[in-house]
């Protein structure tokens, strides 16, 4: 197969991944947009931001941790299991519980973890139990 061939990935990229690719930057900002119009209670002395997921939603979170880190001013740390690290379960830390679904496992451990310590805690989620 030669990847120089433009005209074969249209043959190759049934789902139009690659337009789904290119229009990245546009979803990024716009979900930017989004979440700073969003209602949040107060947020404050964070110094550590752990965003709590698994799958499509650490992809997620994976891509704000590289795009913030340059200017975050605490540590970003992407926590993919059920249980969080003794780090996170403060009233100095964030942590952001992210689930399409709501539902996922991980997530919702990671989730009540937070919650039953002092931690700030937001929840990123379309619905179920999160």
Same mark, same amino acid.
């Given at each position: 197969?030669?990847?120089?061939?433009?005209?074969?990935?249209?043959?190759?990229?049934?789902?139009?991944?690659?337009?789904?690719?290119?229009?990245?930057?546009?979803?990024?900002?716009?979900?930017?947009?989004?979440?700073?119009?969003?209602?949040?209670?107060?947020?404050?002395?964070?110094?550590? $931001? =752990? /965003? @709590?997921?698994?799958?499509?939603?650490?992809?997620?979170?994976? !891509?704000? %941790?590289?795009?913030? &880190?340059?200017?975050?001013?605490?540590?970003?740390?992407?926590?993919?299991?059920?249980?969080?690290?003794?780090?996170?379960?403060?009233?100095?830390? $964030? =942590? /952001? @519980?992210?689930?399409?679904?709501?539902?996922?496992?991980?997530? !919702?451990? %990671?989730?009540?973890? &937070?919650?039953?310590?002092?931690?700030?805690?937001?929840?990123?989620?379309?619905?179920?139990?999160?």
């Amino acid at each position: 197969m030669n990847l120089d061939d433009l005209s074969r990935f249209k043959e190759l990229d049934r789902k139009g991944m690659l337009s789904e690719i290119d229009g990245l930057p546009d979803q990024l900002q716009s979900a930017w947009d989004l979440g700073r119009r969003l209602p949040l209670g107060e947020i404050s002395n964070i110094r550590l $931001l =752990v /965003v @709590a997921g698994m799958g499509g939603s650490a992809i997620g979170a994976d !891509l704000l %941790a590289a795009f913030i &880190a340059p200017m975050a001013a605490v540590p970003v740390l992407v926590w993919r299991d059920y249980d969080l690290p003794a780090c996170a379960l403060d009233e100095q830390a $964030l =942590v /952001v @519980a992210s689930s399409h679904s709501g539902n996922t496992e991980e997530t !919702l451990s %990671a989730f009540e973890a &937070a919650v039953e310590s002092a931690a700030q805690v937001v929840a990123i989620t379309t619905g179920g139990q999160l």
